[in-house]
């Protein structure tokens, strides 16, 4: 259940804000939603309204474990967690993806994200957060089969090739987990990044949406970040980019490369099940516009060697005549 309005405005009162101006702003893929106070003399905060199956404590604690490795994630000025309510700080709007499309220098803005990658194992009490492990991997890689798939038109048995496929990942899921373990962010794109220009170092990006963080392979979030499922990332970047940041951890570039390979695979085929769903359970279709860009993905990262048993796989059970070209199943609603 979501607070009521009376609840809000209690809380808004407790924090001396009952007076300021409501604006309500874009929600994140959760449940959550955001209004911007503003105050008679310009001061801004950001009201966070959470329902019961959103709560707000993990998001409270990662916030304050990236402020204390040094990073900008907002800062929060009161919370009541019982009642889903928090008052935090207003990081502006200028996200890295708005400021590259208004001209700003792509090379410049996602290094400094990538900058933010390569300093995640500064974040203190990161081990203490749940693993991104081989077995975790592997829980996530059913939507491709149970909802994409049959969106291609496949007609297999669905359980003995969903079982084909968790297998297939069993096998080669520790290939994503050979180097240390770090602090994931989950959802690191430049949708959820925003750029801070007037403040210096790794305090220039700001942080959002990382509440549901882990400890895992460093990979993954340079897939979420350079291997954009929405948006285009221009390659030769990317993979400078990879360079630069394997550079900079020091990090074995082998082991990294094969992880950062099985998990664009990984990420883009589960994402692919995920739009697929979308648009057969709820009518968002909106989201199909991205599947050639996700099979672009896939397709670069199957060539890595390790992958072969992958690429065969989906050349067996996705042509690539089929790919990208959902039935009309895919359109209706149950």
């Known amino acids: 259940m979501t607070p009521d309005e009376a609840a809000i405005e209690g809380f808004l009162a407790e924090c001396g804000w009952a007076v300021a101006e409501q604006s309500v702003l874009a929600g994140d893929a ?12 310009g001061r801004r905060r950001i009201l966070m309204i959470a329902p019961a199956d959103s709560p707000i404590g993990d998001f409270l604690t990662i916030a304050g474990m990236l402020r204390a490795g040094g990073f900008s994630a907002p800062e929060v000025e009161a919370a009541d967690p019982t009642a889903g309510l928090a008052l935090i700080e207003d990081l502006g709007d200028d996200l890295l993806a708005r400021a590259v499309d208004g001209g700003a220098p792509a090379d410049a803005l996602y290094g400094a994200a990538c900058d933010i990658a390569a300093a995640f194992d500064r974040v203190p009490g990161a081990d203490t957060l749940p693993a991104f492990d081989p077995a975790h991997l592997v829980a996530l890689v059913d939507p491709f089969v149970s909802d994409y798939l049959p969106a291609t038109g496949f007609r297999g048995d669905p359980e003995a090739t969903l079982a084909g496929y968790r ?17 994931l962010h989950r959802d690191f794109h430049a949708e959820n990044l925003l750029w801070l220009p ?8 700001g942080l959002l949406d990382f509440q549901d963080a882990r ?13 954009d499922a929405r948006r285009d990332v221009d390659p030769t970047m990317a993979e400078r980019l990879l360079k630069i940041y394997a550079t900079a951890t020091g990090l074995n570039r082998s082991a990294l490369e094969t992880s950062f390979a099985l998990l664009v ?8 099940g995920i739009f697929a769903r979308l648009a057969r ?17 896939i397709e670069a990262a199957l060539g890595h060697p390790a992958l072969q048993p992958l690429a065969t796989w989906y050349d067996a059970h996705v042509p ?15």
């Open 167 to 183: 297998d297939l990942w069993r096998d080669l899921a520790p290939l994503a987990d050979t180097l240390p373990r770090r602090f």
């Open 281 to 297: 359970l709820s009518g968002k279709t909106r989201y199909l516009v991205h599947i050639p860009r996700l099979w672009r993905h």
């Open 215 to 227: 400890f895992g392979p460093p990979a993954y979030d340079l897939v979420s970040l350079l291997r």
């Open 30 to 41: 959760s449940s959550r939603r955001y209004r911007r106070l503003t105050a008679g003399d």
């Open 198 to 205: 007037d403040r210096a170092g790794l305090r220039r990006v």
């Open 320 to 334: 690539a005549p089929r790919r990208g070209v959902l039935t009309e199943d895919a359109f209706v609603g149950e």
């Open 265 to 272: 695979v990984h990420r883009q085929a589960r994402i692919l």
